[in-house]
């Protein structure tokens, strides 16, 4: 007999359980794999009323290999999503205030808020960074390093000029 693989396949299979109900359904798994897809992160749609806990969610995962795989493929797509969102956070001006307080009094300015911008895209690139490295993080290639495309070649014909030179330095200090 075949164990079940999913959630909902576990919860016909078993009609009494101990402790809480789960709030699983197709229909929110669906929702949390769209809002991941769209860049949301888990915490944070797990704040609304209607979602479980976080950690509900990664054990459902844990019990669930399709729902795995949908939340990882979910998770790639926000990633990218993310990135895209850099780009308007650089291309679009942020005004807001600076208020400056001096011997005539206070002043305001109104100006792009140019280092706050550069704060959210720093975040998001060193999270981003962290979450995905091989796609996101710095490259970094050591030689040697068998998926390194480097490859170390010596150029003698550097030292074959410098050793002629100097055979025939001696030639002609011996002649």
Known sequence: MSEPTTIAAKQQKSPKKLGRPSKYTPELAAEICERLSDG???????????MPAWTAIYAWAAVDKALSERIAQAREQGYD???EDLLAIADTPLMGETE????????ITRQDMLGHRKLQIETRLKLLAKWNPKKYGDRQI???DKDSPLEVKADL?????????VELG???KGK
């Open 40 to 50: 949301e992160p888990l915490r944070q749609i797990c704040r609304d009323n209607h």
């Open 81 to 83: 999503a993310i990135a």
């Open 100 to 107: 400056t307080s001096s011997a005539n009094g206070l002043t």
């Open 142 to 144: 050591l030689a040697g």
């Open 157 to 165: 014909s550097v030292f074959e000029t410098m050793l002629q030179t």
């Open 170 to 172: 001696r030639q002609a």
